[in-house]
Each structure stands twice: as structure tokens, then as C-alpha cells.
């Protein structure tokens, strides 16, 4: 259909400009040239063109095509009536979420985050950084440092009342990170202690959590551990896949487990490493293709050797670039029609639409951590679900895509 086009990218100045396209409150950018008939093929991501002078690499074609088909992310900010810095979010559906923080802080939403509650977990201080919900009345939240700090409670009403299931007796042990892949089955990730990894895990809803043999995990390196930045250097798939991302020594690596724990293996990444800098956060978007970022939380708007990708289920992975800072966490947009990534940090946010090869930066503040809800939202563009992002002074936000 020569002279129809999907949409009028032709400038006053003679310049083709996505004007608004790809959204998040990013301005348009020239492209150079001009456009006449360009006809999109939505099911196939296909471009035919009647009459084209345009400055468009084929990679170029096919991201402005996939953004054309997917919805635009924008930020809402929420209430949460707390000032505490909160490390823990934990998204379940449109309605319902939990967060947690310093302070002994732990929040719930029924409403979509029109109004957050506090919960009283334990009238001990405590610095819960990471919280994990089941469903909308089952959640865990786990308190982090060296011995008795380190703690995990569960909650099995809504928040209402808790149970503390776990109380670090280990002086040396420090818990960083937790993950279920379901009610029952979860597994906790530690510093390691005298060059061996400290991983537990639970297959009884977290009544009991046994340390994993060190003689089934590799060997840690010299002060190879994990960042309590943002509850997500661990990514779970299915019913027995896991990684779980480290730092803080000479080399920023990958566990990996296709059992549950019951071996693992290892490997290098290339991502910057060092007491202040590895990977921070890990994510899978089915059993081969995974995305970890991170960074140096002492240079927050560096964006140095911070991503790598791979698609192999981790065993090697490839640098990739385009984030524009630090980033304490990174995350797949479930049900999304391509696959599209969010990476926060305290600095700001970027996204991606085509898995991670290019970046967009998300206009609005930066966070610390962020979850998205599991189910399809049919109430939103493309079913998409939203998220929530946590940070510094109480900050909360609710992300959502939505077609311009």
C-alpha cells in the first residue's frame, strides 16, 4: 500500500524524527532524511518500502519496528508514608505488592499503590533488604548481617502476624539475597566464608533451611560474595533452574544449578569486579537466555563493563553495552511481545526492547530495586503487568506500559 505509512515520522525541517516514539519522556531524535510510504507488517516485524530516503542501518529497521508494536513504560509515584531506604520489592499482581527496607521496614499494597501499610514484623531493629511473596497473603522477608542480624520471617496472613524461621547462629555468616521457585522450595545466597560459598535452601515452605554441602559448590575466590543491594543476584526458571551472580573479588562470576542445588557450576563473567563492584543483580527469561548487570555502587554514573548477556544458560556470557550508570538491578517485562528489560539504579533507569542489544533511558527518578507482577494484566497495553521500583528516602513508584 504505497503512500499509506504507519506513522508520519517527516519533519517540518526535512528531517524523519521519532518524535515521542520510543516514549519514557525521551525527546525524539533525528534520524536524517525523509519518509514516504513505509508499510509495516505488524505479525512479521517486516518493512516494505515505496520510497525511502532514510539514513537506517537493517538493525535500526527492525528496533523502530519492534518499538512501534510494544507499549511505553512511564513511571507514577506512590506514597509509602515511610522515609526508611527500602532494598526489597516484591510485585504480585496490579493490586498487590510488599516492600521492605531499613528500620525493620515492610509495606503492602491491596490497591495498586494508591495507599501502602506498614507492618510490624518484630520490634527488633533490623535491615530487612530482601522480601519475597508467594501470593497476596504469603510473603518472606530477610533481615541482612553477620550473625544473629541475619534472619528470615514469614508471613502467611497478609502481614498481619509473622514467624521468625531463621536466625543466623554463624558469626561469620552474612545473608545476602533470597529466591522461591514456588510455596515451598527457595534457597538463600551468603558471603562466602574461608573461600567456600554459604548457600541454603528450604523444600518445606522455609520451616527448615539447610546448608547446601560445600563440597557440591566450587570453590569461592579470595572475599567473593554477594551485594545485599537489591534482593536480585539470584534468577530462578522453571521448577530447578538458578543463578546467582557475585562480586567483590577479583572476578565477577556465575553460579549455576540445573537441579536445585544438588550440583553446581561456575563461571567467569566480564564484568567489572572488585570490593565495591561485580554483579548486582541477575535475570532469566526462560532456560538459556539471561542478563546480568551491575557495576561499581562507589561510581553510580559509570557505566562500565556492567552488562554482559549470554544464551546458553549461562555457562559464558557477553559483554553488552548501553546502560547509562551503575545498576543495582535488572528485570525481563513479563508477557512482554519481545523480550524487554528494565535495569535501575540510584542514578536512573534504562530499558530495553530487543533483549538486551540496545538501551533507552527511562526519564524519571532512579531506585534501588524493582519486581514485576507474574500474571498477564488484560486491563493494560498488551496485557502487560507493572511493576514496582523501591529506593532511598521511602521512594516508591509504579511502572506501566502503555501504547501512545
Given at each position: 500500500m504505497c503512500g499509506e505509512s504507519v506513522v508520519d515520522m517527516a519533519a517540518p525541517n526535512g528531517d524523519a524524527k521519532m518524535l515521542g516514539l520510543f516514549g519514557g519522556?525521551?525527546?525524539?531524535?533525528?534520524?536524517?532524511?525523509?519518509?514516504?510510504g513505509y508499510k509495516l507488517d505488524v505479525e512479521k516485524i517486516l518493512w516494505q518500502s515505496c520510497e525511502i530516503n532514510l539514513w537506517l542501518t537493517d538493525d535500526m529497521k527492525l528496533l523502530l519496528a519492534i518499538a512501534l508494536l510494544n507499549p511505553i513504560p512511564h513511571w507514577t509515584i506512590q506514597q509509602s508514608g515511610v522515609t526508611a531506604r527500602l532494598r526489597g520489592v516484591s510485585a504480585v499482581s496490579d493490586r498487590v505488592a510488599w516492600a521492605s527496607g531499613a528500620g525493620s521496614t515492610a509495606l503492602r499494597t491491596a490497591d495498586g499503590g494508591a495507599t501502602w501499610k506498614k507492618l510490624t514484623v518484630t520490634t527488633d531493629v533490623v535491615d530487612f533488604r530482601d522480601i519475597d511473596a508467594i501470593d497476596t497473603q504469603t510473603a518472606y522477608v530477610l533481615s541482612i548481617g553477620n550473625g544473629p542480624a541475619s534472619r528470615i520471617y514469614k508471613?502467611?496472613?497478609?502481614?498481619?502476624?509473622w514467624t521468625l524461621q531463621f536466625k543466623n547462629n554463624d558469626g561469620r555468616a552474612f545473608y545476602d539475597?533470597?529466591?522461591?521457585?514456588?510455596?515451598?522450595?527457595?534457597?538463600?545466597?551468603?558471603?562466602?566464608?574461608?573461600?567456600?560459598?554459604?548457600?541454603?535452601?528450604?523444600?518445606?515452605?522455609?520451616?527448615t533451611w539447610v546448608r547446601i554441602p560445600t563440597s557440591t559448590l566450587p570453590a569461592a575466590l579470595e572475599n567473593e560474595g554477594a551485594f545485599a543491594a537489591s534482593g536480585s543476584n539470584i534468577s530462578l526458571f522453571g521448577k530447578t533452574h538458578a543463578w546467582i551472580g557475585t562480586g567483590a573479588a577479583t572476578k565477577a562470576r556465575v553460579l549455576r544449578t540445573t537441579d536445585r542445588g544438588r550440583t553446581w557450576k561456575i563461571s567467569e563473567t566480564p564484568l567489572i569486579s572488585g570490593p565495591s563492584a561485580?554483579?548486582?543483580?541477575?535475570?532469566?527469561?526462560?532456560?538459556?537466555?539471561?542478563?546480568?548487570?551491575g557495576g561499581d555502587y562507589m561510581k553510580e554514573k559509570d557505566a562500565v563493563d556492567n552488562l554482559a548477556v549470554t544464551s546458553d544458560g549461562g555457562a559464558t556470557w557477553t559483554l553488552a553495552k548501553g546502560l547509562s550508570g551503575y545498576r543495582s538491578v535488572v528485570a525481563y517485562v513479563p508477557h512482554a511481545k519481545t523480550p524487554t528489560l528494565v535495569?535501575?539504579?540510584?542514578?536512573?533507569?534504562?530499558?530495553?526492547?530487543?533483549?538486551?542489544?540496545t538501551w533507552l533511558r527511562l526519564d524519571g527518578p532512579g531506585f534501588d530495586t524493582l519486581s514485576f507482577a507474574r500474571d498477564r494484566?488484560?486491563?493494560?497495553?498488551?496485557?502487560?503487568?507493572?511493576?514496582?521500583?523501591?529506593?532511598?528516602?521511602?521512594?516508591?513508584?509504579?511502572?506501566?506500559f502503555d501504547m501512545k
Open positions: 519522556g525521551i525527546e525524539g531524535q533525528s534520524l536524517g532524511g525523509t519518509v514516504t508471613t502467611t496472613d497478609a502481614g498481619a502476624t539475597a533470597m529466591a522461591f521457585w514456588d510455596a515451598e522450595h527457595g534457597i538463600v545466597m551468603g558471603d562466602s566464608i574461608d573461600r567456600q560459598f554459604c548457600i541454603m535452601s528450604t523444600d518445606n515452605g522455609g520451616r561485580g554483579i548486582f543483580s541477575v535475570a532469566f527469561r526462560d532456560a538459556k537466555h539471561g542478563v546480568i548487570a535495569a535501575i539504579g540510584p542514578s536512573g533507569a534504562d530499558y530495553s526492547i530487543d533483549d538486551g542489544r494484566n488484560e486491563s493494560m497495553a498488551g496485557g502487560w503487568p507493572p511493576g514496582w521500583a523501591a529506593g532511598t528516602g521511602g521512594n516508591l513508584a509504579k511502572l506501566t
